[in-house]
């Protein structure tokens, strides 16, 4: 499987490039900045997010999209890849955003975790509204919503989906998380839904 990372130098893009690589998947990785790395089954590709035509052009060829950008200033871009990936006729898409982030997966949490939700949600303004533009997106989705993120080695041991007691204090290892995202596009689960996960 083919798959463009956008935000492929995040603290989070290189789990998901290495986990890639693991398996033997081919990575487009994608930067607003050239890159000159090379590495196998990796090619990086510059892109001008204001350009559908630049973003258009990272996604030939591959069979998904992960969006897996920062914090600030992200809502154009994120429109911008869905424009783009219509464009190229990609339908599959998965994106990174943070704990709770819709109406639709605070219904997930228990009822302390919403009021804690709902105490934070100033907060989460740009994840919420990333996660409105995937859902209207008419694109094959997977929302992925994990609490704070640690570094370390995976430790294959997380919760993910349909299990008790969801919480934005919990944590999860980017290893884990970048296991999770690969496997989940590959092996084609949670198809227009969102997900949270955890360790
Ligand atoms: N840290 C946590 O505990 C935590 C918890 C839950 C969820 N998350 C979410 O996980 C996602 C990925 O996290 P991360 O730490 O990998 O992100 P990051 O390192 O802050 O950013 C990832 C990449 O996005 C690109 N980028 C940043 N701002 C941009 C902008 N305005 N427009 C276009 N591209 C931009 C940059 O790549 P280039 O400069 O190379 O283009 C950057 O390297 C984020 O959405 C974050 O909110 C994080």
Partial sequence: MQITIF???G??????????QRR?????????????KQSS??????????????????LAGSDAAIISLGDYDVITPTQN?????????LKRVEILTGFGTSSASRKQLGIGMR????????????KEKQDQIIR???????????????????????RYGNYGHKSISGHIARADLAEFMITNLVEDRFKRESVYLQN
Avoid: C
């Avoid at 603290?11 to 890639?20: M, P, Q, R, T, W």
């Avoid at 089954?41 to 990272?58: E, N």
């Avoid at 209207?136 to 997380?158: E, K």
């Fill in 7 to 9: 935000g492929a130098t």
């Fill in 11 to 20: 603290s989070v893009g290189h789990y998901l490039i290495n986990e890639a």
């Fill in 24 to 36: 033997g998947d081919t990575v487009v990785a994608v930067s607003r900045h050239a890159h000159s």
């Fill in 41 to 58: 089954g990796v090619s990086w590709q510059s892109v001008d997010y204001d350009s559908l035509d630049s973003i258009v052009k990272t």
């Fill in 81 to 89: 890849i869905v424009a783009a990936m219509k464009v190229a006729n």
């Fill in 115 to 126: 009021a804690v939700m709902t105490v934070m949600m100033p907060m989460l303004r740009t």
């Fill in 136 to 158: 209207n997106s008419g694109l094959i989705f997977t929302i992925v919503q994990p609490p704070t993120l640690t570094d370390g080695p995976a430790t294959h041991a997380y």
